[in-house]
């Protein structure tokens, strides 16, 4: 057709049955979408190289080299970014696809500025059996929820996608993810125990709503978080549209009962 496509092929290290299954999983489930901000599939297939599928080309750099290189992005910037995102794993929530790898390096930034959300090697389809089973922990520490990191994949579903969208929103306005640390391990018990800082520790003028609707997200409960990648990205919306958003600041109750539920033993003691 002479176009020109991105080729992605699975590694002679992967070439298992395990790792077929998911590089077939991550195929079907990419070909099922046809969205502006997520990444197309044109074709599949296995040659004597290995399995491969062809996608769009995207020309642009990754978004975490884009916040590399700039420290930081503005505020507006990365709220109309993080609104892309979330319109786009809104629509492969319909579609019954939830992508538990969300993250600034799966962010190809096009040439006009358009956020594509690329990679879903991780990508559960609802409808079908998947691959990961209870207690296997799988994904990018510093970006997973806490139902995802520790390994209840059963808990997983959309809200954990807005947890992801948020930590990478946090990063897009911070120049860092919220959770840190030198091991994995290390940034895995700060995720399933301590809350995350405040945007505004690390930009003192940060929007205060802004703030709101990121820590929203971080929620570590599932309830308290955004029901949905849609309702996040219309007070997303809202907020760009200088109008008050629909998300409300955690109160004292809240903020100590959720710590009471992290730190049962510390409770009981």
């Not at 491969?52 to 420290?71: N, P, Q, R």
């Not at 609802?126 to 994949?153: C, H, I, K, N």
């Not at 947890?163 to 940034?187: D, K, N």
């Not at 709101?212 to 549209?241: F, H, M, N, V």
Request: with cysteine.
């Amino acid at each position: 057709l002479d176009r020109k496509v991105a080729l992605k092929l699975l590694l002679p290290g992967s070439q298992n049955k395990q790792g077929v299954a998911r590089f077939q999983i991550e195929a079907r489930a990419t070909a099922r979408l046809s969205h502006p901000n997520i990444v197309r599939i044109f074709d599949v297939g296995e040659d004597p190289a290995g399995h491969y599928f062809a996608m769009d080309l995207v020309e642009g750099e990754a978004l975490d080299d884009t916040i590399k290189s700039a420290g930081k992005l503005e505020p507006r910037r990365a709220a109309e970014i993080a609104k892309k995102l979330a319109e786009a794993l809104s629509y492969a929530h319909t579609h019954a696809i939830l992508h538990r790898d969300m993250k600034p390096a799966n962010v190809l930034m096009r040439e006009d500025g358009e956020p594509v959300v690329t990679d879903f090697g991780l990508a559960k389809d609802v409808r079908e059996q998947g691959l990961t089973v209870t207690g296997q922990v799988m994904g990018t520490p510093a970006y997973m929820p806490p139902e995802q990191a520790e390994g209840d994949s059963d808990q997983v579903d959309r809200r954990s996608d807005v947890y992801s969208i948020g930590a990478t929103l946090f990063e897009m306005i911070t120049g860092q993810p919220p959770f840190r640390g030198q091991t994995p391990l290390h940034v895995l018990r700060q995720v399933l125990t301590d809350p995350p800082p405040r945007p505004s520790n690390f930009v003192p003028k940060l929007d205060s709503d802004l703030e709101t609707i990121c820590l929203k997200c971080l929620e570590k409960e599932p309830a308290q978080r955004y029901l949905s990648a849609r309702a996040l990205g219309e007070d997303l919306g809202l907020w760009l549209r200088d109008l008050p958003i629909r998300a409300q600041p955690p109160t004292l109750g809240r903020r100590i009962s959720s710590w009471g539920r992290r730190n049962r033993a510390l409770v009981a003691i």
